[in-house]
């Protein structure tokens, strides 16, 4: 084992860095070549066909067979044309990732045995049945209809990967229930489009359209693929279980602001050639704080398909990593005493007129709109933060919150000084001194916000929700998730609460009350509710964790419990009434996270106890042999000093036995409770006697053996160690 160890770091030593060649001169003439884009479609499309297609994806306008006949022909010969022989529907199950089922382009032109034809019609473009009966849909779908559907999303283009024409899917039920990300993310987008554009139209009746936008920063590791085959626990869990902390870890930050690693870089290179050519704006490459962690960026877009480019992104990412000989870790804490992994979602709102509704505007009516955003997104984030928090926990991002380098497992908002004073000026205005007109707004300090915010500098790292400058950034959200987790809620959030607050703002209106002063007194009462959420202090510190309990924030920490935020009265009610999903298809979904949850542990478990019986005890046993037979011989040919001598020796020796003992012990221990757990007879409960019985044991088995570590030969330890997988690349 120890060999494999020494040869996958010699190995590693010895690789070069591949350098990628540019697929053309200048980026615009390759980029989203591979993208059934505007440039394709009236290349491959008649006029009216291109027309009819834009009506779709703009406002939703049903497409006819025909119509639908003529993109799958033209969408059929730009694929080919790019070497595609294969379609899929693309689709994001609720196990994360997507998941494609490649058909062949061919039929038969007649009878079968007869002529091969190159066929895409209408019909397969628009619907397919994947065999479905595989995917989670926590009991939505009995057996007996076990059939599920995906159906084309044309908001998002098709592309090109590999041999096979990919075409974005929505997932669903017989019943029509949503069994993936996309069909409810859709919903959210409508519902907060829906509700954002009426309190728009209080400012400026041309707005008829409201878009969500994201921009995602995407954190990962690197491991050379050598080093990383002989970690058990990394192929299988994607992060490592044992490991005694290097010497040097993230201390000196010199990773952050160093240059970056020669494979890395051509790594990075190569990456965002495969992105632009699927259309994907990456914009930044670089180091993150820990070792061999990095992280990449692309320019924000709407919602829906920032959400799938980071889907493919990601994994356009594991294959290019392979390429260079590294392994793409995303798990959000794949090495226990340094920085994990994030995925921060930097969300706004945008009209069709071209304003973004958390950009400060440079007229008192604008600011106002500005102020209204904000104001209702932290009340839809003071009303649902165990719901937003249930959004983003899962059994791997929760090894990453709370730990000192994360976003804490508190919901909060950070709002920087200048809108907090903003938000205390309206707080304060006395009743009779809100008169709106241009100039009352404008002594409110809210006309020059613009100027104020130009100097954005004001940041919080330990925020889970930050406002900066013209977005929130969401930043809980862990490296693996798919952004749609959170987003749903999110979008469905302030779509409820814009919703409200018009109902608020209108019910003054008929009583006789000015539209703008209307605005203003439900704002100022808002302002006072939501008051708990805001807080621009640090969020890491103990004293804050008190503060959160004292103002009544959620503080719960473990994963499974979190996950009833989903079921509870008030979520129910929001989703149901934004049309975003049934309480049933809440149910089911919460299921699927208790079932993945409790499976995570169990394989974590398992590949845990294997490690220490079959890797480490044996390991350890071998060295404390060696050490016996030095006590041995010491005092054959030493007897009168061997005991003075030997005195270190058999220290060892039983600090080793009592290691041993120890893991021994608390494997069983393990063992017994992941018995006990799956006895149980709901997922709920299971994935609770995981979370308190199953996975405490981890760290109990873990400290002996990384003391093990610490004392047994390095010419005989098998794993790579921390220094091998953080520092070689
Ligand atoms: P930082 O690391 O300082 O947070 P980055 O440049 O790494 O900044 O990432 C910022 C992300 O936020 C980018 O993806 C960027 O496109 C995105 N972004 C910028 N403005 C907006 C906006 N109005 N709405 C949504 N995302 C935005
Ligand atoms: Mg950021």
Not at 48 to 53: E, F, P
Not at 117 to 135: I, M, N, R, W, Y
Not at 202 to 214: E, G, I, T
Request: glycine share 6%.
């Amino acid at each position: 084992m120890a060999r494999l160890r020494f040869n996958a770091v010699e190995e590693a030593f010895k690789k070069q860095a591949i350098e990628p060649t540019a697929p053309a001169k200048f980026t615009s003439d390759y980029y989203g070549k591979y993208v059934f884009n505007e440039d394709a479609m009236s290349k491959y499309l008649s006029k009216d066909t291109c027309k009819n297609l834009k009506a779709t994806i703009e406002k939703g306008t049903p497409l006819t067979r025909a119509v639908a006949d003529e993109v799958a022909a033209g969408m059929k010969s730009w694929a080919i044309e790019l070497g595609a022989t294969h379609y899929t529907h693309w689709f994001q199950p609720l196990t994360g990732g997507t998941a494609e089922k490649h058909d062949s382009f061919i039929e038969y032109q007649g009878a079968p045995g007869g002529k091969i034809l190159e066929e895409f019609t209408g019909k397969l473009l628009v619907q397919a049945e994947p065999d479905a009966s595989s995917f989670p849909s926590g009991g939505i779908r009995s057996t007996f209809e076990a059939r599920g559907y995906t159906a084309w999303d044309p908001a998002s283009p098709a592309f090109v990967l590999g041999n096979t024409l990919c075409i974005p899917t929505i997932f669903i039920s017989y019943n029509g229930e949503s069994l993936d990300y996309k069909a409810p993310l859709l919903k959210s987008l409508n519902a907060v489009n829906k509700a954002a554009v009426a309190v728009c139209n209080y400012f400026d009746s041309k707005v008829k359209r409201v878009y969500a936008y994201l921009g995602w920063e995407q954190e990962y590791f690197l491991v050379d693929e050598g080093l990383y085959a002989v970690r058990p626990d990394l192929v299988l869990t994607g992060r490592t279980l044992l490991g005694h902390e290097s010497a040097k870890l993230q201390q000196l930050e010199d990773h952050y602001f160093g240059s970056i690693p020669s494979r890395v870089a051509a790594f990075m290179t190569d990456l965002e050639y495969e992105g632009y050519k699927y259309g994907i704006p990456l914009k930044t490459c670089h180091n993150e704080v820990a070792p061999n962690q990095f992280e990449l960026a692309p320019i924000y877009g709407e919602a829906n398909l920032s959400v799938d480019q980071n889907l493919l992104i990601m994994s356009i990412m594991k294959e290019m990593a392979r390429k260079h000989g590294f392994r793409l870790l995303l798990h959000e804490k794949p090495f226990a005493g340094i920085n994990g992994s994030g995925k921060h979602c930097n969300w706004s709102l945008g009209t069709d007129t071209g304003v973004g509704l958390f950009t400060p505007g440079k007229t008192p009516k604008e600011n106002l709109q500005f102020i209204t955003f904000i104001v209702n997104t932290l009340m839809a984030v003071y009303k649902h933060d165990r719901l937003l928090k249930a959004s983003i926990m899962t059994a791997t991002n929760s090894h990453r919150l709370g730990a000192h380098e994360a976003p804490p497992a508190i919901i909060s908002a950070f709002l920087g000084s200048q809108i907090s004073t903003i938000l205390e000026t309206i707080e304060k205005k006395p009743e009779q001194d809100i008169i709106m007109d241009a100039k009352h707004a404008l002594s409110l300090g809210i006309g020059h916000i613009a100027d104020l915010m130009q100097d954005n500098t004001d940041r919080n790292r330990t925020s889970p929700f930050a406002f900066t400058g013209n977005r929130f950034e969401f930043r809980a959200v862990g490296s693996s998730a798919n952004c749609s987790t959170a987003l749903i809620v999110l979008n469905t959030a302030v779509a409820e609460q814009l919703t409200e607050f018009k109902k608020d703002v209108d019910a003054l209106i008929k009583k006789g009350e000015n539209k703008e002063r209307a605005i203003f007194e439900v704002l100022k009462r808002y302002i006072k509710i939501c008051k708990p959420i805001h807080f621009d202090g640090n969020g890491y510190s103990k004293e804050w964790e008190e503060e959160a309990m004292r103002r009544g924030l959620d503080c719960e920490k473990s994963c499974p419990k979190i996950y009833d935020a989903y079921t509870r009265k008030d979520s129910v009610k929001m989703f149901t009434s934004m049309n975003v999903m049934t309480e049933k298809e809440l149910k089911a979904r919460n299921e699927v996270k208790w079932e993945m949850y409790s499976k995570k542990i169990a394989i974590e478990s398992r590949v845990l106890g294997n490690m220490a019986l079959n890797h480490i005890i044996p390991i350890a046993l071998r060295y404390q042999d060696m050490l016996l037979d030095n006590v041995v011989k010491l005092s054959q040919v030493l007897p009168k000093k061997a005991a003075a001598l030997s005195k270190e020796q058999v220290e060892q020796i039983e600090a080793i036995s009592s290691y041993i003992a120890e893991v021994k012990k608390n494997v069983s221990i393990m063992v017994a409770e992941r018995e006990k757990a799956e006895k149980m007879d709901s997922e709920e409960a299971k994935a609770n006697a995981y979370h308190d019985k199953v996975e405490p044991l981890f760290e109990k088995i873990r400290t002996p053996i990384d003391q093990l570590e610490f004392v047994v030969d390095n010419e005989l330890w098998p794993l790579p160690k921390y220094r091998e997988l953080l520092f070689i690349r």
